[in-house]
């Protein structure tokens, strides 16, 4: 099991620049999610694939992200324009379909921003 | 999906049992309650949920009150390194999110 993989660890950006950050799942996983922690926060639901479709947007994802999941494997998240508040942490998270869909989420180590 | 309660921080004497609560008052039937912990600049680490029923696993005690109203996370025997942040999240089963509150800051103490 080689759990949630993402990349990079850590990122230094300027304001404006773009940055895509990968996520690839537990195999087999078909639900994959996108989270997004402030210092002292809890992580916070950005969006989420089952396999190839994205089914969920939160209200935090705003029309400068967008994510992608284009053969319901690996995912990129991209930010086009950095703001300095986009600094944070992103969470990739996935999880297989069960029957009784209770399964809980597996979490990476996430990717950490920062737009100076 | 339910919202928790939980406190902001503890303390626990190394070798102890921390006893970690949480709230969710407002559970509905379908919802189960799990618990995660993050130690810092590690992602998020699942440790065990439930339904009704109390449940173990090697890292865990989860005990749910009758009335599903609470739950208490039990480390049997905290080391050092179960110093981290522990949230305790209610989620319906077949939902999509799992929402994180600011969970509870245990430190382990020496």
């Known amino acids: 099991d080689t759990g949630v993989s993402q990349d990079p660890r850590h990122k230094i950006t300027k304001r404006g620049q773009n940055v895509t950050f990968r996520c690839d799942p537990i195999?087999?996983?078909?639900?994959l999610y996108w989270y997004r922690q402030t210092l002292g926060q809890g992580p916070e639901f950005l969006t989420y694939f089952q396999n190839e479709a994205q089914l969920e947007k939160s209200r935090l994802l705003s029309d400068r992200f967008s994510a992608e999941r284009p053969k319901g494997s690996f995912s990129t998240l991209e930010i086009q324009r950095t703001e300095q508040g986009d600094s944070a942490m992103y969470l990739c998270?996935?999880?297989?379909?069960?029957?009784?869909?209770?399964?809980?989420?597996?979490f990476g180590n996430g990717t950490r921003l920062t737009v100076t | 999906d339910a919202k928790t309660t939980q406190p902001p921080s503890m303390d626990c004497a190394e070798g102890r049992a921390a006893n970690l609560p949480c709230n969710h008052s407002?559970?509905?039937?379908?919802?189960?309650v799990y618990w995660y912990r993050q130690i810092h600049s590690q992602g998020p680490q699942y440790i065990i949920h439930?339904?009704?029923n109390n449940e173990t696993n090697e890292m865990a005690s989860l005990i749910i009150t009758e009335d599903r109203k609470s739950s208490t996370l039990i480390l049997p025997h905290a080391t050092l390194r179960d110093t981290a942040v522990y949230y305790c999240?209610?989620?319906?089963?077949?939902?999509?999110?799992?929402?994180f509150g600011t969970g509870t800051s245990l430190t382990v103490i020496p």
């Open positions: 195999s087999e996983h078909n639900r």
């Open positions: 999240i209610v989620r319906v089963a077949g939902g999509n999110q799992f929402y």
């Open positions: 439930g339904l009704k």
């Open positions: 998270a996935s999880s297989p379909v069960s029957g009784l869909n209770n399964s809980p989420l597996h």
């Open positions: 407002t559970i509905s039937g379908n919802e189960y």
